[in-house]
T-cell receptor, first 112, second 119 residues
Framework: QKEVEQDPGPLSVPEGAIVSLNCTYSNSAFQYFMWYRQYSRKGPELLMY????GNKEDGRFTAQVDKSSKYISLFIRDSQPSDSATYLCAMSAPGGGNKLTFGTGTQLKVEL | NAGVTQTPKFRILKIGQSMTLQCAQD?????MYWYRQDPGMGLKLIYYSVGAGITDKGEVPNGYNVSRSTTEDFPLRLELAAPSQTSVYFC??????????????????FGPGTRLLVL
């Protein structure tokens, strides 16, 4: 079993739709949870960061962490064509050099 | 502030050749990382460093070497290139836990990547 599981997609939605992206994990030591966005042929860039359980909102983006279920989500409201990218979840445990464990990424396409 | 820079952008190697992928950051980050990204496989950690003179293996270190003589630079060396090393390589850097922003599990900043093809 992989330490972090993420549906690879691709996911295609119409402009304006609400998008839900998810990851599950098995390592209960993970405390820090991140979502990275990666455009084609570019490096990943941090989109959202959450410590432990709870919700965090930033504009059209909401990140949720449910540590009891080992499940994290990213919601995108009013999706735009510019949101078309691969979304990678990542997580880390305290100590050990901030090493991140990544999901495989979900490819999202928002169509006009 | 250039952030994390990587050279070259693209390289073709023959089996058995060697090369060094360069990575530099100007954010005074202590921590630096090398990842490889294969299609549908996410990012795998090759090596990381928590400061000048200190390096450690990640998940997939075989076939690679690193050194960290300065805070700014973290080159990745491939000694005997193999087709299995065809990939996109990303360098990243971060503050240590609880760095200047006070947040633990600090953000990793990524470079633009180096595409390597081994034939």
């Amino acid at each position: 079993q992989k330490e972090v599981e993420q549906d690879p997609g691709p996911l295609s939605v119409p402009e304006g739709a609400i998008v839900s992206l998810n990851c599950t994990y098995s390592n209960s030591a993970f405390q820090y949870f991140m979502w990275y966005r990666q455009y084609s042929r570019k490096g990943p860039e941090l989109l959202m960061y959450t410590y432990s359980s709870g919700n965090k909102e930033d504009g059209r983006f909401t990140a949720q962490v449910d540590k009891s279920s080992k499940y994290i989500s990213l919601f995108i409201r009013d999706s735009q064509p510019s949101d078309s990218a691969t979304y990678l979840c990542a997580m880390s445990a305290p100590g050990g050099g901030n090493k991140l464990t990544f999901g495989t990424g979900t490819q999202l396409k928002v169509e006009l | 502030n250039a952030g994390v820079t990587q050279t070259p952008k693209f390289r073709i190697l023959k089996i058995g050749q060697s090369m060094t992928l360069q990575c530099a950051q100007d954010m005074n980050h202590n921590y630096m990382y090398w990842y490889r990204q294969d299609p549908g496989m996410g990012l795998k950690l090759i090596y990381y460093s928590v400061g000048a003179g200190i390096t450690d293996k990640g998940e997939v270190p075989n076939g690679y070497n690193v050194s960290r003589s300065t805070t700014e630079d973290f080159p990745l060396r491939l000694e005997l290139a193999a087709p299995s090393q065809t990939s996109v390589y990303f360098c990243a850097s971060s503050y240590p836990h609880g760095g200047t922003s006070g947040r633990a599990g600090e953000t990793q900043y990524f470079g633009p990547g180096t595409r390597l093809l081994v034939l």
